[in-house]
């Protein structure tokens, strides 16, 4: 998923996407030790689809601080 995607998103649905991906992840690391994993490239793309979640809720955090900032006298 790209970030302009996710910045489209509800802060609600970013937990959400971010749970499906940690999810995901726990199965996919499973299936990787167990020997049932046949596109280990998915590891490496669901960690960075968690990053880009992470980044964007951080980004708004980091906007609503500036905001509060400007605002104090």
Known sequence: MKAAELRELSD??????????????????????????DNVRRLIEVRKDIARVMTVQRERVGASLDEARSSQP
Do not use: H, I, S, Y
């Open 12 to 37: 609600a649905e970013l937990v959400e996407k971010f749970e499906e991906a940690k999810d995901e992840l726990f199965n996919l690391r499973f299936a990787n030790v167990t020997g049932q994993l």
